[in-house]
């Protein structure tokens, strides 16, 4: 038999300390190894645990040192990469998972090779798409851990992914440190290794063992050749060689695999290595904001920046964006994501994730500024004044009709036109607010920007000079807002001598007293002229108000424009066939109905397509919970806490006729924390309020939820239920490039078992349950826990808002063997404080593929911007970018490419059946291939017009590569695609 041993360091970047203190120590080894790999030859290789990210944290401290680095690397005896950082894999979405293989091939490429096998060893449970992630990087190898029972009798074997295509897996059956500090001593040594033999022996189908060298911020062991040596003499019936993890998969390779089992699918059991699905739900705001920042990247900054980039020559956005995902990828590495680390760890995280929108939010602003501005606004009624156009953006890969909410001026609150002249209802959702910008300015700097503005000469106005200073003033605000004008302005004296106070209000559009502005500001001009002048106090003031309209058929990947009016100008009936509506206890549409019990605060929804109803929905229930960061764990004499204290508040608050919604506001009383014992929970209950916004839009099937909830109790778990009347045995869920089937059933287990499996599982965008030819879909925002529970009246799905805990690992739990980490107290994982969630209920005929679009629509919802129209008019008043057919098919990227040249477009086939795709991308590509996820480009695909049609294999995800001319329109140059 044949002992490989593979030396390696597994690095937590942080866990049970912050990511300083851990660096501090990585420092210390990577110099350490550094002068090992110097000194002694005969130690031949070791593995920075499969992550480059540890590269980039040592030459931060040790930058002198990266010659020495690329050398050993490109030498083959320092193993990094193939990822940026190890993730957790259900937590996180597929694309992030793209994008840290991406990243991590970038920066193992500038030192030398990145490794080619998908080490993965400590990732709570692997996804199923897992295999065919890594073959889209030519990786056709993986050693795991985690995940895989004792029913796979043998640790090599074909993994394969949902497109039928494998790679090779080893498993690492006694975990990635069962080699870990071996012993010099000839008997311990010859002890030891019998025993690793005789552990890994029976599940080998080839003459060679794995051993891992290696462990949790582990040193290298620098005596190992002796040890080595000291082997071929105590144990000589066994070859003892010191491998790499590449060398191993060639070894491996090179056997008869024919027998070897096949695996496919997610792999989540707890049989024989823990896999700790609390974390699913422990600190569920960094699953939430996660959640918002992946939307930001992969649905509106990187797609719009992209088009604006391609299409007007706007700056390429590349690098700015590449930044953003690394304080992303960052944020992924499983111990922060999973939420299961100590405090400080996580309050580390909360700046990255600001810092990420920061940046989001700024490129999505430029890029949908600069295509608002192009598009031109249809023509108005003759005589009327002039107003701002309202540019609806969509990142579906399908035409949609939604709810869009965006701010007005109050004036312009009146309603909307479409191309066609047609009104489009609004409805205002807020109550007006006045923002202000205050800021001190030398009177050359404000005689500097009126001149800019008026084009050199100060007392000269006109409408257009006007319209430069309102959007100068806008954008002040920071906001991405455009279209501003001035609407008044006036001049006081100011508090010190010589200094004047000037309060200027934004409008939109031309306010009908440009005579007497002009005047103003020509005078305004004057005092910043006269040298006496010390300062001018200039307040920026604009009133805005928040409309809600349901923006028609914006096309896929593209926007709808829409023309804005006011108020008095609006004088045509409205004619819309579908309003929502309120009555005493709810909300009616043409197609749902829900009234509120006024007992307890939940939902009664009636689907008016298929006549079912859903009594019991959004029903809250809390258990006690005497687990820790890693597994939830019920205390043995618990109390279900099922009802409010009191009847609920039950109001209207919004009462259409685009948009409907009421408030339930209840008082619950929760047990305060577990008793001493951890038995029970405390009799004391302390108040938690929880506040229930229902809403339902015109023409929409979705009921729209947010929860807020002040949580002041400890060692909880809240829940909301949902009963579907389904008897189904079965859900299916969004998951990694993939929808799922999930049978409800647990498997058995029995005290062998290293965890206890449970009925909580995760899901990415929805989970839906049906049978019967009707169901029930509940998709929501950064909420990846959910169970369904089988009972006598059928399933029930519940969601996961809130799990409290205080304790990093535990080792009294029932449902787990021993520790998972450290036994740190961690108060911040109670989660105490004000909490935000946003889901929605979705009744449908048929099965999910009748409402995975409604589920779409609730996670990214359209985005408006006000635009000046008459600007540049370079884009047409609808349009397409791309859109993607047929149906079941899921857009995930459309990017510039990362070598720079051209539109990266990624989709997937949830459905186990071939599908024939028909992608249209407007305006045409000149060339189109297809690629791999690491952009190589493998073949040309024909495209006839605007249409390329492929064969889509079941459960494949493809990536396609687009050129375009480029840019395609420029300003003065209307580029009509859709011939509207």
């Known amino acids: 038999m044949n002992l490989l041993i593979v030396s390696h360091t597994h690095w937590d970047r942080e866990w049970y300390r912050p990511f300083q203190e851990f660096r501090f120590s990585l420092v210390e080894l990577v110099d350490y190894l550094l002068d090992l790999l110097s000194r002694d030859e005969q130690y031949k290789y070791f593995m920075l645990d499969g992550q480059t990210v540890v590269l980039e944290d040592y030459l931060e401290v040790r930058p002198e040192r990266r010659d020495e ?3 050993w690397i490109r030498a083959g005896r320092l193993l990094v990469g193939p990822w940026y950082v190890l993730p957790d894999e259900f937590l996180v979405s597929g694309e992030s998972l793209v994008r840290n293989l991406l990243e991590g091939r970038r920066v193992a490429s500038s030192f030398g090779q990145p490794m080619p096998v998908g080490y993965i060893p400590d990732p709570f449970g692997h996804v199923a798409q897992m295999p065919q992630i890594l073959r889209g990087f030519g990786i056709t190898s993986a050693a795991i851990w985690r995940g895989l029972g004792r029913d796979l009798r043998s640790s090599e074997f074909w993994w394969e992914g949902l497109d039928g295509r494998s790679i090779l897996a080893l498993h690492l059956a006694d975990s990635y440190s069962n080699a870990a500090d071996l012993p010099r001593d000839s008997d311990l040594l010859k002890r030891r290794l019998t025993r690793i033999r005789a552990g890994l022996e029976p599940l080998a189908s080839t003459p060679y063992i794995v051993l891992m060298n290696g462990r949790d911020h582990g040193f290298p062991q620098s005596e190992l050749p002796e040890i080595i040596r000291a082997a071929a003499t105590c144990c000589p019936d066994l070859a003892v060689e010191h491998a790499s993890l590449p060398i191993v998969m060639q070894r491996l390779s090179e056997q008869d695999g024919t027998s070897w089992p096949v695996v496919r699918g997610e792999l989540r059991s707890g049989e024989r290595s823990p896999l700790l699905p609390g974390v699913l739900s422990a600190r569920m705001w960094i699953k939430q904001r996660n959640a918002v920042c992946e939307a930001l990247l992969e649905k509106w900054a990187e797609p719009f920046a992209a088009w604006a980039h391609l299409l007007l020559g706007e700056p390429d956005q590349r690098e700015i964006l590449r930044h953003a995902w690394r304080l992303l990828l960052v944020n992924h590495a499983h111990d922060s994501i999973c939420g299961c680390s100590v405090d400080q760890v996580h309050d580390e995280m909360a700046p990255r994730f600001d810092q990420i929108e920061q940046l989001c939010e700024r490129i999505i602003d430029k890029a949908l500024g600069a295509l608002a501005r192009r598009v031109a606004i249809g023509s108005l009624p003759e005589g009327t004044p002039l107003c701002p156009g309202v540019v609806v953006f969509n990142p579906l890969a399908w035409p949609r009709s939604d709810a869009v909410v ?3 001026p109050p004036e312009l609150a009146g309603g909307l036109l479409d191309q066609a002249g047609e009104n489009i209802p609004t409805q205002v959702v ?24 008026a084009g050199g000469d100060a007392q000269t106005w006109d409408a257009q000079a006007m319209a430069r200073l309102g959007d100068w003033g806008c954008g002040l605000f920071g906001d991405g807002m455009t279209g501003g004008h001035l609407s008044a302005v006036s001049i006081e004296p100011g508090p010190q001598l010589r200094s004047y106070r000037v309060v200027a209000e934004l409008g939109h559009g031309q306010s009908g007293n440009e005579i007497r502005l002009g005047d103003t500001l020509s005078r305004l001009a004057r005092i910043a002229a006269d040298p006496d002048t010390r300062l001018i106090q200039l307040r920026i003031v604009r009133r805005q108000v928040q409309v809600c309209l349901v923006a028609p058929s914006v096309p896929a990947c593209g926007y709808a424009s829409y023309r804005l009016m006011a108020t008095p100008v609006l004088r045509r009936p409205v004619a819309w066939n579908d309003q929502v509506r309120t009555f005493e206890t709810g909300l009616e549409n043409s197609l749902v109905r829900v009234e509120v019990d006024r007992e307890d605060g939940s939902l009664t929804l009636v689907d008016r397509t298929t006549g079912e109803i859903y009594r019991g929905l959004n029903r809250f229930v809390d258990v006690g919970d005497a687990g820790d960061e890693y597994n939830y764990s019920p205390p043995s004499q618990d109390r279900l806490i099922c009802c409010p204290v009191a009847r609920p508040i039950v109001r209207v608050i919004e009462s259409g006729p685009v948009r409907a919604s009421m408030r339930i506001d209840a008082m619950w009383g929760i047990p305060a924390e577990l008793a001493d014992d951890r038995a029970s929970r405390l009799d004391a209950l302390v108040e938690c309020p929880i506040s229930t916004t229902v809403s339902l839009a015109a023409n929409a099937r979705r009921l729209e939820v947010r929860v807020e909830l002040t949580n002041h109790a400890r060692d909880h778990r809240m829940r909301v239920h949902f009963p579907t009347g389904c008897h189904a045995g079965r859900a299916f869920v969004g998951g990694h490039f993939a929808v799922l089937e999930r049978a409800h059933d647990l498997p058995v287990a029995d005290e062998s078992w290293i965890e206890l499996p449970l009925g909580t599982r995760p899901q990415s965008g929805f989970v839906d349950v049906a049978t019967g030819g009707r169901g029930l879909l509940v998709t929501s925002r950064g909420l990846p826990e959910y169970e369904v529970i089988p009972s006598p009246e059928g399933d029930e799905i519940a969601l996961t808002l809130l799990r409290s805990v205080g ?19 961690t108060p911040g994982a109670q989660c105490l404080g004000r909490h935000v969630f ?14 995975v679009r409604e589920a779409q629509s609730h996670l990214y919802p359209m985005r408006a911007r006000l635009t000046l129209p008459g600007q540049e008019n370079a884009l047409t008043g609808r349009e397409s970018f791309l859109s993607l057919e047929p149906e079941p098919l899921e857009l995930t990227a459309a990017k510039v490419a990362e070598d720079g040249g051209g539109l990266i477009v990624r989709f997937y086939n949830p459905l186990l059946e071939p599908l024939t795709a028909r992608l249209s991308v407007r305006p045409p590509c000149t060339v189109l291939s297809r690629c791999d996820l690491a952009e190589r480009r493998l073949e040309t695909i024909p495209i006839t017009g605007e249409t390329a049609v492929l064969d889509v294999a079941p459960g494949e995800i493809v990536t396609l590569h687009l050129l375009f001319p480029h840019p395609i329109a420029r300003a003065g140059t209307c580029y009509n695609t859709t011939g509207v």
């Open 69 to 71: 680095l690329s050398g």
């Open 406 to 408: 965006l701010d007005v």
């Open 430 to 453: 807020g109550p007006e607010r006045t923002q202000s910008y205050d800021l001190d300015m030398p009177r050359q700097d404000v005689l500097s920007l009126l001149e800019a503005a």
């Open 807 to 825: 304790w990093l690992s535990r080792d009294d739990l029932p449902v787990r063997l021993g520790h998972a980490g450290p036994g740190f107290p």
């Open 838 to 851: 946003n889901y929605a209920i979705v009744p449908h005929l048929g099965d999910w593929r009748s409402v």
